[in-house]
């Protein structure tokens, strides 16, 4: 088990950014979108998925979804667009999945009055989503590289991105404890 203390800041800005997360990825689904079926017989929905339903899905229009969910094969629409069909719909309920993991724990604190405590088996759910809500930070702020993020660090404080810079900076050392935690 991980141990660590959290200010109530700290919780409400996390669980803040993860409900972000959670509402980019699951845009227009309903709650449990995971486990849904979309048709009452699952041989048919099989059926269905390989006649390539008219509403398939075409390329992500918001970049931070574009960057947590990459084309397999950004040379080939036709097969990325395959890849997608079958794919995205289970990948976007595993990271909803993981984030609300890490929301549960974070209600645990009582927004901070208690420890945080982060069982083992809880680990990679906390890793993955702190990497996209990183990756989704970084992606607003038009972060792609080390250099990139080196400028921005440079930001004076009045600059309206700086506190962004801080939340990404942040999250990098909160994924550093937790991986050296382990």
Known sequence: MIVTQLSAYEVELLASLIMQLIELISD??????????????????????????????????????RRLFPDAYPDDPAASADFRRFTERDLKA???????????????????????????????????????????VATRLGIKDAAAADELAALPDEDPRSFMVSVYDWLGFAQETLINAL
Do not use: H, M, Q
């Not at 083992?120 to 989704?136: D, F, G, N, Q, Y």
């Open 94 to 136: 595993a990271k909803v999945a993981e984030a609300r993991v890490v929301l549960n724990r974070l209600a645990t604190t009582e927004l901070g009055a208690r420890d945080l405590k982060i069982p083992r088996e809880e680990v990679e759910s906390w890793l993955r989503t702190l990497t996209s809500v990183r990756l989704a």
């Open 28 to 65: 227009g689904e309903p709650e449990g979108f995971a486990t849904e079926s979309k048709v009452d017989d699952p041989f048919e929905e099989i059926v269905k998925d390989l006649e390539g339903e008219p509403d398939e899905p075409g390329p992500l229009e918001d970049p931070v979804l």
